[in-house]
C-alpha cells in the first residue's frame, strides 16, 4: 500500500514561520493535500495542489511540491496559537484499482505564545 | 451551508447494543465518506458512496453496516461491536466525478464500546 509519513512533532514560537514536511510513495498522485484537525474535531481542508504544479500560495500558507523526491511541504508564514493543531498530509492516487485519498501519519504543531 | 452535520457527537455502547451514527449535508454533493480515526493516528477509509450506491469497501467487518437512504444522508449501522471498535467515527463528503476530491467533514461520533 502507499505510505505517507510526517514527522511527528513541531514546536514554534508565536510569530515565527512553521514548516511541516511529508513523504509519500505514490507515483500515481494527482491531489496532495493539507488538513487542519482541532481537539475533538473533524479536518479542515487547509489547501491542495495538483501534482504538476511546484508551488501554491494562498495567504499565509505555501504548498512546495518536489514530485521528483515525493516530498511535499506547508509553511505556515507568521505562525499564531490559533494554528496549533494536528496536521494531515493526503494524496489522492489510484490504490486497489479506484482513486483514494490516503493520509500521511500527522503533524503535531505547538505554538508558543 | 457548507457544513456536514453528525450525530449524536459522543455514544456508549454495549457489545451486544444496536445503535446508529447519522450524517447529514446540504452541499449538494453526491460522494459521502466514512473514516474511523483511532486515537493519533490518520482518519482510515471505510466506505464510499456515489450517487448513493456503495462504490468502496474497504473490507470492512460486517459488523457495520452503511447505508445511504438519500443523496444528504449517510447512516453506520452498529452491531455486535467489540472494544477495540471504540474510536472516532467521521463522516465526510465531496463533489462527485471531480478530480480533486475536496473533502468536508463533519465533526465526528466518539464511540466507546464497552
Known amino acids: 500500500g502507499e505510505d505517507v509519513e510526517q514527522s511527528l512533532f513541531l514546536s514554534v514560537r508565536e510569530g515565527d514561520s512553521s514548516v511541516i514536511n511529508c513523504t509519500y510513495t505514490d507515483s500515481s498522485s494527482t491531489y496532495l493535500y493539507w488538513y487542519k484537525q482541532e481537539p475533538g474535531a473533524g479536518l479542515q481542508l487547509l489547501t491542495y495542489i495538483f501534482s504538476n504544479m511546484d508551488m501554491k500560495q494562498d495567504q499565509r500558507l505555501t504548498v512546495l511540491l518536489n514530485k521528483k523526491d515525493k516530498h511535499l511541504s506547508l509553511r505556515i508564514a507568521d505562525t499564531q496559537t490559533g494554528d496549533s493543531a494536528i496536521y494531515f498530509c493526503a494524496e489522492r492516487g489510484l490504490t486497489g484499482g479506484y482513486q483514494k485519498v490516503t493520509f500521511g501519519t500527522g503533524t503535531k504543531l505547538q505554538v508558543i505564545p | 451551508d457548507t457544513e456536514v452535520t453528525q450525530t449524536p457527537k459522543h455514544l456508549v455502547m454495549g457489545m451486544t447494543n444496536k445503535k446508529s451514527l447519522k450524517c447529514e449535508q446540504h452541499?449538494?454533493?453526491?460522494?459521502m465518506y466514512w473514516y474511523k480515526q483511532k486515537a493519533k493516528k490518520p482518519p482510515e477509509l471505510m466506505f464510499v458512496?456515489?450517487?448513493?450506491?456503495?462504490?468502496i469497501n474497504e473490507s470492512v467487518p460486517s459488523r457495520f453496516s452503511p447505508e445511504c437512504p438519500n443523496s444528504s444522508l449517510l447512516n453506520l449501522h452498529l452491531h455486535a461491536l467489540q472494544p477495540e471498535d471504540s474510536a472516532l467515527y467521521l463522516c465526510?463528503?465531496?463533489?462527485?466525478?471531480?478530480?480533486?476530491?475536496?473533502?468536508?467533514f463533519g465533526s465526528g461520533t466518539q464511540l466507546s464500546v464497552l
Open positions: 458512496y456515489s450517487y448513493e450506491k456503495l462504490s
Open positions: 452541499m449538494g454533493h453526491r460522494a
Open positions: 465526510a463528503s465531496s463533489q462527485a466525478g471531480i478530480g480533486e476530491e475536496k473533502l468536508f
